[in-house]
């Protein structure tokens, strides 16, 4: 029995971290740079843009973002969402912690 409750936890952790996702409304900095071709000037971007005009209705809204195309939207659009939590797992953040750094 414990070791399918320990199956079962580890089973809703993994399923967990596989479905991250950035609220593009809500987001700071470095959680918008988790998403794949938003860098440091991108996610800058996207923040100006949302204090300027306010929330996004949807993930789309991202091509009104100077420096944002059709070919970035699509790249996230799986991993954006302008409702609810933001969720990323410590891999996510930690990787692009270690990018940050080895620019430095």
Known sequence: MKN???????ALSLS????????????TK????TL??????????????RKDHGNFKS????????GLG???IKKIMKDAT???KTTLNSKEMAKKDAKKASKK
């Open 36 to 49: 794949k071709g938003i860098g440091a000037n991108k996610a800058d971007a996207i923040i100006q843009y």
């Open 70 to 72: 059709p070919k970035i």
């Open 30 to 33: 470095a959680e918008l740079q």
């Open 82 to 84: 302008v409702s609810g």
């Open 4 to 10: 399918l409750i320990l199956a079962v936890f580890i």
């Open 59 to 66: 993930v789309n809204d991202l091509s009104h973002v100077k």
């Open 16 to 27: 967990l971290n596989a479905f991250a996702t950035v609220n593009i409304n809500t987001a």
